[in-house]
């Protein structure tokens, strides 16, 4: 469980992040998922 509410507080943080700032990576790893 609390490695479930790490991943979920991980992406809410990610989706929070200005799309500007989102690197190359992180876009790769929002089109794998």
Partial sequence: MDRL???TVWF???SRK???QIS???DKV???R
Wanted: without cysteine; glycine residues 0%; positive net charge.
């Fill in 24 to 26: 190359p990576s992180t």
């Fill in 30 to 32: 929002t089109q794998s």
């Fill in 18 to 20: 200005n799309p500007t």
């Fill in 5 to 7: 509410v790490k991943m």
């Fill in 12 to 14: 809410l943080s990610r």
